[in-house]
């Protein structure tokens, strides 16, 4: 009923900068936030970027004044701006959303995950 489709991975090189997207469609009643969880090879999936649909944002210490997090809720997307990339940002990154399509109950939503590949 819901889904979340992400978009603007790929390739870059260290130092540039990258742009994520996430659309959220389907039966949607109205989103409490959205972020951004990645996931490197060999590590647990961890939280990048986190957004309220108020506007309160929440950084992982190591992506701080780097990546920024928007969300547009009136096309319930969100965007993540990665600057300075390093090779440790290398990860498949996932949009995460909570999401109220009603009967009292909010619910988690994932994207596919996208890859982001930073070379030296």
């Known amino acids: 009923q819901v889904q979340l489709v992400e978009s603007g991975g790929g390739l870059v090189q260290a130092g540039g900068s990258l742009r994520l997207s996430c659309a959220a469609s389907?039966?949607?009643?109205?989103?409490?936030?959205m972020g951004w969880y990645r996931q490197a090879p060999g590590k647990e999936r961890e939280l990048v970027a986190a957004?309220?649909?108020?506007?309160?944002?929440n950084y992982a210490d190591i992506v701080k004044g780097r990546f920024t997090i928007s969300m547009d809720n009136a096309k319930n997307t969100v965007a993540l701006q990665m600057n300075s990339l390093n090779l440790e940002d290398t990860a498949v990154y996932y949009c995460?959303?909570?999401?109220?399509?009603?009967?009292?109950?909010?619910?988690?939503?994932w994207g596919q995950g996208t890859q982001v590949t930073v070379s030296s």
């Open positions: 389907g039966r949607i009643f109205s989103i409490n936030g």
């Open positions: 995460n959303a909570q999401i109220y399509s009603g009967w009292g109950i909010v619910r988690t939503y």
């Open positions: 957004t309220t649909s108020g506007g309160s944002t």
